[in-house]
C-alpha cells in the first residue's frame, strides 16, 4: 500500500505528465458523447468511443485489462446518469448498468471490453425516450430542454429556443411553465449552475473560465446567479467540494 500524501503524489503525477507531454481530455470534450447519449443522438458511440480508446484518458492500473474494466465502469455510470436526465426510467437504467458491468466482468481481452463499451454508449442512447413516449413532456418541451441542455456555453434567448422547436415565443413559454414549473429563462440559469457546479468540482477551470464558458454575461453575474440557487459564491463552493468525490 503506498502510503504516500496525496499532495506529493498529485504533484508527482503533474510533472510526470508534463514531462511526458501529457493532458487527460478537456472537460467538454469528455462530455460530449454523454450529452449525444442524452440527446438521443447516435454521434455518442463514435465520440465515446474516440475518448475511450485515445491516449488521454486516465492511467487507473498497469495491467491494461484492468484499466480499460476500470474505466468502463466509470463510463457506464456516467451513461446512466445522463440517460435518466434524458427521460429514461430510473429502473430501466440502473438494470441496464447492471447488465452491462456483468457483461464487462467476464471479458477477456481489450478487444471485447472496447467492442462492449461502444455497444453500451449506443445501447443507452437508442433508449432515450422518443417524442410522445415520455408522459411528463410535450414533444415542443422536450426539444426545449435537449435544445438548451446542448447549447449551454453559447447565448440562449427564449426566442431561439421557440424558434428552434417552430414555436411561437409566447405559446412556448405558456407550455414550457406548464409542463416543467419553471420559465424558460430560469431553467437556462438553473441548468447552467448545474453546470458550473460540476465544473468547480471535477476540472481545473478558473472561476471566469467556467463563467465565460456557460455564457454568463460578466464574471459578477455569474457569481450572483450561482449564490442565488446554491447560497455559496463559487469560489466558497470550489473550496467546499473540489475533487472530494
Do not use: W
Request: hydrophobic share 40%.
Amino acid at each position: 500500500m503506498d502510503d504516500a500524501p496525496i499532495e506529493k503524489k498529485l504533484v508527482h503525477m503533474a510533472f510526470v505528465q508534463r514531462e511526458d507531454g501529457f493532458s487527460h481530455h478537456p472537460y467538454e470534450d469528455e462530455l460530449r458523447p454523454y450529452e449525444y447519449l442524452r440527446a438521443g443522438d447516435m454521434r455518442a458511440g463514435e465520440e465515446a468511443a474516440r475518448i475511450f480508446t485515445g491516449n488521454q484518458v486516465g492511467h487507473l492500473s498497469d495491467d491494461p485489462v484492468r484499466d480499460k474494466r476500470y474505466l468502463f465502469v466509470a463510463a457506464t455510470t456516467l451513461a446512466t446518469r445522463f440517460a435518466i436526465e434524458g427521460g429514461m426510467d430510473q429502473e430501466t437504467a440502473y438494470n441496464l448498468s447492471d447488465l452491462f458491468i456483468q457483461r464487462m466482468d467476464v471479458c477477456k481481452t481489450l478487444d471485447e471490453i472496447i467492442a462492449l463499451h461502444r455497444a453500451m454508449i449506443e445501447e443507452f442512447t437508442l433508449r432515450k425516450p422518443k417524442p410522445g413516449q415520455d408522459a411528463r413532456y410535450s414533444k415542443p418541451v422536450l426539444l426545449a430542454l435537449d435544445y438548451i441542455y446542448l447549447h449551454l456555453q453559447e447565448t440562449i434567448t427564449v426566442a431561439g429556443v421557440a424558434a428552434h422547436v417552430n414555436l411561437n415565443r409566447s405559446y412556448l413559454s405558456v407550455l414550457f411553465k406548464r409542463e416543467t414549473g419553471s420559465s424558460v429563462s430560469d431553467y437556462i440559469r438553473e441548468k447552467r449552475v448545474e453546470a458550473a457546479e460540476n465544473m468547480l468540482k471535477f476540472s481545473d477551470f478558473t472561476l471566469q473560465e467556467i463563467g465565460n464558458y456557460l455564457a454568463f454575461n460578466s464574471q459578477s453575474h455569474f457569481v450572483s446567479v450561482f449564490k442565488a440557487y446554491t447560497g455559496m459564491t463559487p469560489g466558497a463552493y470550489r473550496q467546499k467540494h473540489f475533487r472530494r468525490r
